[in-house]
């Protein structure tokens, strides 16, 4: 094997790159801080057949209990900025690190209108990307203008509508990573946008668990006409999931559609959890759950979790 290239660590320890905290180590471990770097980890990536994951924000991602074999990256350094672009002052150039949150903040500082849904997605631009993150009626296929992706290949950039977005879905393939990403929003008075942003964090606040080791939310709102307008979280509510123990990992008191590791949960105390929950919605309701999860490693999913 060809020596790796400068910076790249060992058995990396990934639990505390995540939200949850669970799951074993990375056999390689990078965090490239620009896009040159970001090239040659994955060139050597795909010189050596090296399977390539990375980390965001560590929400709703599963690290296998045994580790992972490969290649894990987090994107670092001007990979995670965030700067005013363009002659017209309406967009934004984003490394593909940098959290969606921050995003959302910079752009009601700049008065700018359009993305303030992602201040309550706890992810980063690439993962919200891949995953065409939305919440409170936004959504980022909206706002996304373009795209540099980096691959084994090289840098390629890429329009919206060349990202064949969907519900929760984008055609990114596993090895390609979102390197930057610019976002067309809309001016609009700064307190605006800033009221704006409070209000949403104040319904996260309310209806949401925080301070802890949690998973974020673990399951999508059905479009099942026999959800009957339900959403996860309150299907699973109804079903007697709130408060549902297994191993060190339980649903949350005060939303059912979130898993806590209450101290010593394993990657597999998660799953077992989210089978149980997602199977006592299946008998009372008829609705299959589809998980809302992302994973890294050999992480033994039941083969009906996986939609795409």
């Not at 001007?78 to 690190?97: F, H, M, N, P, V």
């Not at 992810?123 to 993150?133: F, K, L, Q, S």
């Not at 809309?186 to 409070?198: F, G, H, I």
């Not at 399951?219 to 099942?224: A, H, I, Q, V, W």
Request: hydrophobic letters at 40%; charged letters at 25%.
């Amino acid at each position: 094997m060809a020596e790796p290239p400068s910076g790249v660590q060992r058995e990396f320890p990934l639990a505390r790159l995540t939200t949850i905290r669970t799951g074993g180590a990375g056999e390689y471990f990078a965090r490239p801080r620009s896009i040159a770097a970001l090239e040659r980890l994955l060139a050597w990536a795909a010189q050596e057949r090296l399977e390539v994951g990375v980390v965001g924000s560590g929400s709703n991602l599963l690290v296998a209990d045994e580790g992972v074999r490969g290649l894990v990256l987090k994107l670092d350094g001007e990979l995670s900025t965030i700067e005013l672009d363009g002659i017209a002052g309406d967009r934004l150039l984003c490394g593909g690190g940098a959290r969606l949150p921050a995003v959302s903040a910079a752009a009601a500082r700049a008065g700018l209108s359009g993305i303030e849904f992602g201040v309550n997605i706890p992810g980063t631009v690439g993962g919200a990307v891949r995953m065409n993150a939305n919440a409170y009626g936004g959504s980022l296929a909206e706002v996304l203008e373009w795209v540099e992706v980096v691959s084994g290949a090289g840098t390629e950039r890429r329009t919206a509508p060349q990202l064949g977005f969907e519900y929760r879905h984008s055609n990114l393939r596993c090895g390609e990573v979102v390197a930057r990403a610019r976002f067309r929003l809309t001016p609009a008075p700064q307190e605006q946008v800033k009221a704006t942003l409070a209000l949403l964090r104040e319904r996260r606040r309310e209806a949401q668990p925080s301070g802890i080791k949690t998973f974020g939310s673990t399951f999508k709102n059905p479009d099942d006409p026999r959800a009957e307008g339900l959403s996860a979280g309150q299907l699973l509510d109804a079903a007697g999931c709130r408060g549902l123990r297994v191993g060190g990992a339980r649903f949350s008191d005060k939303h059912a559609n979130f898993v806590e590791n209450e101290g010593a949960a394993s990657t597999a105390d998660v799953i077992a959890l989210m089978a149980a929950g997602r199977e006592r919605v299946r008998e009372r309701f008829g609705v299959a759950l589809e998980p809302e999860v992302q994973t890294l490693g050999a992480v033994a999913l039941p083969a009906d979790w996986r939609s795409r």
